[in-house]
């Protein structure tokens, strides 16, 4: 038991640094990739030991194989660059992947090894062995809280060297005189303050602005621009001008005609809204914030460039700060503002993250956005403001939400857009525009040479983004594939790469791989043992659907939760942990249980959860972290707790005919996880989250038929 303690600890330690070191060197949905193909090695450890069952007696040496190997492979994901763009458009480098993935996948083969062959030798005692699996494997995933800074204070020039030339980070260490001046780890990410003497003003800034343009302090979170900080020194008030010169002041040149505005700025990432509020004149200022990056980072400029960071720690110290997510703040706070302004995206390149993630924009669902509007004054307006690119599908999107959300909640609303080529604002009232509000955006217009139009579309093409499917560019066209197609006829993929969802093209590579491997190592046990050594097709399909269920109903919880807890990492630490934790529990006990129970408790747990989530964002939405933290795992206990007793059962049943059948029936299962794990996120993709839930309740249900026919 304590092998299995030790090497399903080990293990998901490993897999949760892997994505956290590879989501810094190279992208989120690579990451993915890469971890989703070495995990096979947990399925390949299955399928070895129903060839050869002898080595199940050399349980230390796996043990001790895994922790060699998992030490080598953290380095070697932080010391090599993994960037999918380069197979892409070099195919011949693609060679180069496929033996990183190998390597990767070792001490998962080790640590699949260590387990199955403790649940081959020892099959009575399977109830406690699962549950000291999930048990290790809960306290592996707990250990991120500590790895998370860890890893980059210990291994910074090593992740540097390492990360994507592709990212914004190594674009600006590139400039001459450039450096990173400080680095600091949140559990939002790792941040990088970099000094850039050639990076000035902002992308999207009026061209008929004039003025001078402070130098910025830029600040990045895993080689992404998240932010600027202008280096304003001594400037006065009117050498702030440049603040004004974006799409976006449009909101406060509204704010500014009020007696005492109130602005609230959502997501404080950058100085510029700061010093926009401040020009303006706007002194009633409320900031919300879902980490410390933007305060640490002024505070790491103290020594560097003193009058800076003191005339943004002034800003800071008159402001009222909320630490919380923006969507959080903006359904459960009471109070009313004139002004709420919200950026999309901080990015200076094209590969902006938001881009290149696979992560919800909860802030900008239609739901999100309602709420942001209900916060207005009867005079206020909200601005929702963002960069451009060629095409733009991040800002169709964002209009084609501001527009459900504006039609089906304030119906006498309006929705102006104000652009330039290089950014967009979306200024909405929940009233119509009066005269003198169309002369303000024309006066504003003509002064900075932006475009604007009141927009009269209803509906549209472009679906808008919901708490059921929070995904900027998580959506699927099938010209796609014909555009992936004639750029690998021709050699040239900057069509394909234009226009295509990434994230999502990957996913689907991912899903691909994944199937064609697994099915691949699946086939040879099934070839070669005995047909005495072999598990029925009943058999095999209930540990297929086990592993998908539960993988499928486990990752759309960590992501859908990130809403209400406010963090996608802390809901991943969260859920996965509680899931990990209370499906052991259910192992411990599951030989109280009948099959038809356990199977009862997880459709009902199913439904009780989803339907317990709804309720606590409209009415817990306001408690501390916390508390929210501890009602998630709570929501998803009992869940949990009847997901884990289904396998034990069903595997002390097949380990009675023999060691082969044990392992192979944990290859089966093992397989089927990682599959069901960029399963999960297509199905979530296209059909949203419930999706995803119904999909995995009817897998269960299945087994639930199969069990009682068997």
């Avoid at 699949?112 to 306290?139: H, M, Q, T, W």
């Avoid at 600006?172 to 990076?199: C, K, M, N």
């Avoid at 990492?569 to 099959?595: E, K, Q, T």
């Avoid at 089966?668 to 993709?685: C, K, P, Q």
């Amino acid at each position: 038991m304590a092998y299995v303690f030790a090497a399903s600890f080990l293990v998901l330690a490993l897999e949760t640094a892997l994505l956290r070191i590879l989501s810094i060197t190279s992208w989120q949905f690579s990451a993915h990739l890469v971890v989703s193909v070495a995990m096979l090695g947990g399925g390949l450890a299955g399928v070895v030991l129903s060839l050869r069952p002898g080595i199940a007696r050399w349980t230390s040496f796996h043990f001790a194989a895994l922790v060699i190997t998992a030490c080598g492979s953290a380095w070697l994901a932080m010391a090599q660059p993994i960037e999918p763009f380069r197979f892409v458009v070099f195919p011949g480098e693609s060679w180069r992947i496929g033996l990183i993935m190998i390597a990767l996948s070792a001490p998962f083969f080790f640590g699949g090894l260590a387990v199955a062959s403790c649940f081959v030798r020892e099959p009575k005692g399977i109830f406690n062995l699962y549950c000291a699996d999930l048990g290790g494997a809960g306290l592996g995933t707990l250990s991120q809280a500590v790895l998370f800074p860890i890893i980059p204070a210990l291994f910074g020039a090593t992740l540097l060297s390492g990360t994507s030339e592709f990212k914004g980070l190594k674009e600006a260490l590139l400039h001459p005189g450039s450096r990173i001046e400080e680095e600091f780890t949140l559990l939002s990410g790792h941040y990088s303050v970099v000094d850039d003497p050639v990076d000035h003003g902002t992308p999207g800034i009026s061209l008929s602005f004039n003025g001078a343009l402070p130098a910025n302090w830029l600040l990045f979170t895993d080689g992404f621009r998240a932010g600027a900080i202008p280096r304003v020194g001594s400037m006065g008030k009117s050498g702030l001008a440049f603040a004004s010169a974006l799409p976006g002041a449009v909101g406060f040149e509204f704010a500014k005609r009020w007696k005492r505005p109130r602005a609230l700025l959502l997501g404080l990432r950058s100085g510029w809204n700061l010093l926009a509020a401040e020009y303006h004149g706007i002194d009633d200022v409320t900031l919300t914030f879902e980490d410390d990056s933007f305060s640490r980072a002024i505070e790491a400029l103290r020594l560097r460039d003193p009058e800076s960071a003191g005339h943004f720690r002034s800003l800071l110290g008159r402001a009222r700060a909320e630490r919380t997510s923006s969507s959080r703040f903006a359904r459960s706070s009471k109070e009313r503002f004139d002004l709420v302004y919200y950026s999309h995206t901080d990015a200076k390149t094209y590969a902006n993250s938001s881009r290149y993630s696979l992560a919800p924009a909860f802030d900008l669902t239609r739901e999100s956005v309602a709420a942001m509007i209900g916060l207005l004054s009867e005079r206020g307006a909200l601005v929702i403001s963002g960069f451009r690119r060629n095409p733009d599908p991040q800002n169709e999107r964002v209009l084609a939400t501001l527009r459900a959300a504006t039609s089906e909640n304030y119906p006498s609303g309006q929705l102006v857009r104000i652009s330039n080529p290089f950014a967009a604002a979306f200024l909405v009232k929940p009233a119509p525009f009066t005269r003198a509000d169309f002369e303000l955006i024309d006066r504003f217009s003509r002064v900075h040479a932006f475009d604007w139009a009141l927009d009269r579309t209803s509906g549209g093409a472009v679906s808008p983004l919901t708490d059921e499917r929070p995904f900027l560019e998580r959506h699927f066209h099938w010209r796609q594939l014909g555009s992936f197609l004639r750029a690998a006829r021709s050699g040239s993929y900057t069509e394909f790469l234009a226009e295509a969802d990434i994230p999502f093209v990957f996913l689907l590579v991912t899903l691909g791989v994944s199937l064609l491997t697994s099915s691949a190592l699946l086939a040879v046990p099934l070839a070669f043992v005995r047909k005495g050594g072999r598990i029925g097709a009943a058999a095999a399909t209930l540990f297929l659907l086990y592993g998908a269920g539960y993988l499928m109903f486990e990752l759309a919880w960590i992501e859908r939760l990130g809403l209400f807890l406010g963090n996608l990492n802390l809901s991943f630490i969260v859920v996965l942990g509680a899931f990990l934790f209370f499906s052991g529990a259910g192992s411990f006990v599951a030989r109280r249980f009948s099959d038809r129970t356990a199977f009862a408790g997880i459709i009902l747990g199913a439904a009780a959860a989803w339907a317990g989530e709804h309720w606590l964002v409209a009415h817990a939405f306001g408690l501390s972290t916390p508390v929210r933290a501890a009602l998630a795992a709570s929501l998803i206990g009992p869940l949990a707790f009847f997901l884990g007793m289904p396998f034990p059962k069903t595997f002390r049943e097949i380990a009675s005919r023999g060691p082969r059948e044990a392992a192979l029936a944990y290859a089966f299962n093992a397989f089927a996880s990682v599959n069901a794990a960029t399963l999960s996120a297509v199905i979530v993709a296209l059909f949203g989250f419930s999706g995803a839930f119904i999909l995995a309740a009817l897998a269960y249900c299945a087994c639930a038929v199969l069990k009682a026919g068997a």
